[in-house]
C-alpha cells in the first residue's frame, strides 16, 4: 500500500497515489517524487555546481524517483576535467565564436533542410514522435519554455521598441487593443466561456470571435480618441490600457460569434 504523505489516505499503486496528489493537492508530479524519495530536497548536478537537475521521465524514471546525475552539458566537467576553469571556457566560446563567423566552423546540417536531406527528416520526426508520445514531456518543455519566456532574456517576448519587428510605433490604436493579451483573458475569454464556445447564431465552433452588439468598438475609442492628435507609442499604449479598462469595468456587452457570421453583422470587415 502507498500512504499519501499530505492526507495519509493509502492506495493499491503508485500511479494511484500520484494521481491523488496531483488532483487533490495540486502538487506536481516533480514535487511528489521529491518529497517521497529524496527527503523533500532537490536533487543536484554531481559535477558540484548547485545546478538542480531534472527528473527522468518514462515509467521506470518516475516509479524510483530518479532524477538525472548532471545537468543539461555538464558530465563534460567531470570527464574532461575543463567546466570549472572559466578562462578556459570563455577561450573556447571566443574561439567558436569567430570560427563560426569567419566561416571556417559549420555545423553539421548548414543549409540543410528536411526536404533536402534525409537525417534532418528523420531527426525532426523523431523529435516530434517522442514528444507527442510522451504527455509528460510534452508538458514538460511547454511549463519550461512558459517559465523562461518571463524569467528568461533569451527567451523573453519582445514588445514595443525591443522587437524585431519595431517600425517606430506605426500600430493604430485599434489594432493595439485588438491584440493585447489582456483584452482576452479579461473580456474575450469569459464570453466565450459563457457561450459554451459556440457560435450564438449557428453553433460553429470553428473561428470564434467575440461581437461588440451593443456598445460598438468604434464608438468606444472615440470616448478617448482625439482624431486631430498624432499620438506617440507611449500615449498610443497608455489609451489601449484605458480602452481594455472600460470594456472590464463596464462590462461591455458581446456575443460569441464564427467568422463568417461576423461578417454579415459588418460589411466592411476587416478592410
Given at each position: 500500500m502507498h500512504k499519501c504523505k499530505y492526507c495519509n489516505k493509502e492506495y493499491e499503486t503508485h500511479n494511484g497515489l500520484m494521481k491523488h496528489c496531483t488532483r487533490t493537492h495540486k502538487i506536481s508530479k516533480e514535487q511528489i517524487i521529491i518529497d517521497y524519495y529524496h527527503d523533500g530536497i532537490p536533487p543536484t548536478c554531481k559535477c558540484g555546481c548547485g545546478t538542480k537537475t531534472n527528473?527522468?521521465?518514462?515509467?521506470?524514471?518516475?516509479?524510483?524517483?530518479?532524477?538525472?546525475?548532471?545537468?543539461?552539458g555538464?558530465?563534460?566537467?567531470?570527464?574532461?576535467?575543463?567546466?570549472?576553469?572559466?578562462k578556459a571556457q570563455e577561450k573556447s566560446a571566443e574561439t567558436r565564436r569567430h570560427q563560426y563567423a569567419s566561416g571556417e566552423r559549420k555545423t553539421w546540417n548548414d543549409g540543410l533542410t528536411k526536404q533536402t536531406d534525409e537525417r534532418v527528416a528523420s531527426y525532426g520526426k523523431r523529435i516530434?514522435?517522442?514528444?507527442?508520445s510522451n504527455p509528460d514531456e510534452l508538458k514538460r518543455r511547454s511549463?519550461?519554455?512558459?517559465?523562461?519566456?518571463?524569467?528568461?532574456?533569451?527567451?523573453?517576448?519582445?514588445?514595443?521598441?525591443?522587437s524585431a519587428n519595431w517600425k517606430g510605433g506605426t500600430s493604430s490604436i485599434n489594432n493595439l487593443v485588438r491584440v493585447n493579451k489582456r483584452l482576452y483573458t479579461e473580456w474575450i475569454y469569459p464570453i466565450?466561456?459563457?457561450?459554451?464556445?459556440?457560435?450564438?447564431?449557428?453553433?460553429?465552433?470553428?473561428?470564434l470571435e467575440v461581437h461588440h452588439d451593443k456598445e460598438q468598438m468604434s464608438h468606444i475609442l472615440h470616448k478617448f480618441v482625439n482624431i486631430e492628435i498624432d499620438y506617440d507609442f507611449d500615449q498610443k499604449r497608455d489609451i489601449m490600457n484605458e480602452v481594455i479598462d472600460y470594456h472590464v469595468e463596464h462590462n461591455i456587452s458581446g456575443k460569441s460569434l464564427c467568422k463568417e457570421c461576423h461578417k454579415q453583422l459588418h460589411p466592411s470587415y476587416n478592410t
Amino acid at each position: 500500500m502507498h500512504k499519501c504523505k499530505y492526507c495519509n489516505k493509502e492506495y493499491e499503486t503508485h500511479n494511484g497515489l500520484m494521481k491523488h496528489c496531483t488532483r487533490t493537492h495540486k502538487i506536481s508530479k516533480e514535487q511528489i517524487i521529491i518529497d517521497y524519495y529524496h527527503d523533500g530536497i532537490p536533487p543536484t548536478c554531481k559535477c558540484g555546481c548547485g545546478t538542480k537537475t531534472n527528473l527522468c521521465y518514462g515509467e521506470q524514471g518516475r516509479l524510483n524517483g530518479y532524477f538525472r546525475t548532471y545537468a543539461k552539458g555538464h558530465l563534460p566537467r567531470v570527464v574532461n576535467n575543463w567546466g570549472h576553469n572559466k578562462k578556459a571556457q570563455e577561450k573556447s566560446a571566443e574561439t567558436r565564436r569567430h570560427q563560426y563567423a569567419s566561416g571556417e566552423r559549420k555545423t553539421w546540417n548548414d543549409g540543410l533542410t528536411k526536404q533536402t536531406d534525409e537525417r534532418v527528416a528523420s531527426y525532426g520526426k523523431r523529435i516530434s514522435d517522442t514528444i507527442n508520445s510522451n504527455p509528460d514531456e510534452l508538458k514538460r518543455r511547454s511549463d519550461w519554455l512558459s517559465n523562461a519566456r518571463t524569467t528568461n532574456e533569451k527567451f523573453k517576448s519582445k514588445y514595443g521598441i525591443d522587437s524585431a519587428n519595431w517600425k517606430g510605433g506605426t500600430s493604430s490604436i485599434n489594432n493595439l487593443v485588438r491584440v493585447n493579451k489582456r483584452l482576452y483573458t479579461e473580456w474575450i475569454y469569459p464570453i466565450l466561456v459563457r457561450d459554451g464556445f459556440k457560435c450564438t447564431e449557428c453553433g460553429s465552433t470553428e473561428k470564434l470571435e467575440v461581437h461588440h452588439d451593443k456598445e460598438q468598438m468604434s464608438h468606444i475609442l472615440h470616448k478617448f480618441v482625439n482624431i486631430e492628435i498624432d499620438y506617440d507609442f507611449d500615449q498610443k499604449r497608455d489609451i489601449m490600457n484605458e480602452v481594455i479598462d472600460y470594456h472590464v469595468e463596464h462590462n461591455i456587452s458581446g456575443k460569441s460569434l464564427c467568422k463568417e457570421c461576423h461578417k454579415q453583422l459588418h460589411p466592411s470587415y476587416n478592410t
